[in-house]
């Protein structure tokens, strides 16, 4: 009989630990063995806000520990260790000093949280938000907190910020951007959500750059261009970046927006080859794109589950693809939801497509059955081509059925026109208007479409 195979995954985030399960679900008499330096597994990065909120306890959000992996799925997975080698030739992973051999390899190691190079970044009650410690460690260090600085106002730090005014502490987001969301919401439509923070008390400091974090032990103040903000905490929420130690180690090809270049297969390249038996997923990757023939990244967790699915098949002796990314994304900012999927506006124009939006606003709801929430939709199409490429949604309630909706025509390929000819929604009181606002911001954009 064949020699079962050896299948190493290093990383516990979304996708390690589903390429793990794909891997056994391929291959039942596969050896899979997770390295992680991570002391929890299965959980959600994306709950840590309401867990420091005190809204969630931490052991509810995690899903499984690693006893269930080995009981239920034959999985074996190694907390808090950490691979410091691998050989490509000989097939083997370094782990805390032994050796393991592998036949298939998976590479989940995700991001590392991006701290700008300022002084005094290193002070005591200096934080990122990327694991469950980080959370701890955050909320152990409050009760001597008035204010925080949240440096970077994406979806994580606007989550943090009101997680942190809901526990009563003073709230400064600085960003150095002149919009919150930036690069993946429109101005017109961040606006809105920074207005709805700034009425609950969150003070916003724009266009402002972190240039240090001031204090002797612990942290005093932040100066931001020019200005200095007394405070006793930073949070960093300045972005996500591949880690690429374990790549580089591979000598992988690394792609042009700073991850690593994959095939459909999630297979690496090395020098232009495809390398075998060597598959990634999650934040460690760059994908396709599902509105040009080029890369982008898509670093959220359903785009992970995505590509550890494939990433684990594979590794197990499957030949699936993954297809490209629309990258629908949606974040629940205390009574509002804002999603959107595509382009936005700013990263068309970056890669030199002239866009036309159409906008429409209404409820969530019909007009005359109780409770509707405000609902503001705006998709984007290229002007030339008239293709759908980008929407965003501000809604009180089911922004994500609505941006699901969307992005399915964009990654289809639909036009502005055939959308508002063959898109239908159901239709009940209680959970839409007759004629939905998604298919009133179609009538719009056609309309100026025409005008172009």
């Known amino acids: ?163 942190l005014k809901n526990a009563g502490k003073d709230v400064i987001v600085i960003e150095m951007m002149d919009q919150v969301i930036p690069r993946i919401a429109d101005k017109d439509m961040a606006e809105p959500i920074q207005r709805y923070l700034e009425d609950m008390g969150i003070k916003f400091v724009m266009k402002a750059p972190i240039q240090g974090v001031n204090g002797e032990k612990k942290v005093e103040s932040v100066t931001a261009a020019g200005e200095t903000y007394p405070c006793e905490m930073v949070i960093f929420a300045t972005g996500v970046r591949a880690n690429l130690t ?90 509002k939801q804002i999603a959107g999927t595509g382009m936005s506006e700013g990263l068309a124009s970056w890669y030199g497509i002239k866009t036309v939006e159409g906008k429409a606003c209404g409820l969530t709801r019909a007009r005359y059955y109780p409770g509707g929430k405000e609902l503001i939709v705006k998709v ?13 949604i501000i809604a009180g309630e089911d922004a994500t059925g609505r941006i699901n909706w969307i992005t399915e025509a964009i990654i289809d390929g639909v036009t502005a026109e055939d959308f508002a000819v063959r898109s239908e929604n159901a239709y009940c009181p209680p959970t839409s208007m007759v004629r939905d606002v998604v298919l009133a911001a179609v009538d719009d954009l056609c309309e100026n479409l025409k005008k172009n």
């Not at 994306?46 to 306890?57: D, H, L």
């Not at 290193?122 to 909320?139: H, P, S, Y």
């Not at 699915?309 to 974040?331: E, Q």
Request: glycine residues 10%; neutral net charge; hydrophobic residues 40%.
């Open 1 to 163: 009989m064949p020699m079962a195979r050896n299948i190493i995954v290093i990383g516990s985030g979304a996708a390690g630990m589903t390429a793990a399960s794909a891997a056994r679900r391929q291959d039942p008499s596969s050896n899979i063995t997770v390295f992680t330096e991570d002391e929890y597994i299965s959980y959600s990065p994306c709950v840590i806000p309401w867990a420091i909120e005190g809204r969630a306890s931490w052991e509810s959000i995690v899903m499984h520990d690693p006893a269930y992996y080995e009981k239920e799925r034959n999985i074996k997975v190694l907390i808090k260790t950490t691979v410091t080698a691998i050989d490509g030739e000989t097939k083997k992973v370094t782990a805390d000093g032994k050796e393991y051999p592998y036949d298939s390899l998976v590479i989940a190691t995700g991001g590392t949280v991006f701290i700008p190079p300022v002084p005094g970044k290193d002070l005591e009650n200096v934080f990122v938000v990327r694991t469950i410690n980080d959370g701890k460690a955050i909320q152990n260090a409050l009760k001597d907190v008035k204010t925080v600085v949240i440096g970077g106002a994406g979806v994580i730090g606007l989550e943090m910020a009101l997680s």
């Open 246 to 335: 374990l790549p580089k180690m591979l000598e992988l090809d690394i792609g042009q927006l700073g991850a690593v270049a994959v095939s459909p297969t999630m297979q690496p390249y090395k020098r232009g080859r495809l390398v075998p038996d060597v598959f990634l997923a999650g934040d460690v990757v760059q994908c396709q794109s599902a509105i040009l023939a080029g890369p982008t990244m898509s670093q959220l967790g359903s785009s992970a589950v995505r590509q550890g699915l494939i990433a684990g098949a594979n590794a197990a002796g499957a030949r699936k693809s993954a297809g490209p990314v629309a990258s629908p994304w949606v974040s629940v900012i205390g009574d």
């Open 380 to 392: 984007l199409a290229d002007e030339c081509s008239h293709r759908l490429i980008g929407a965003q």
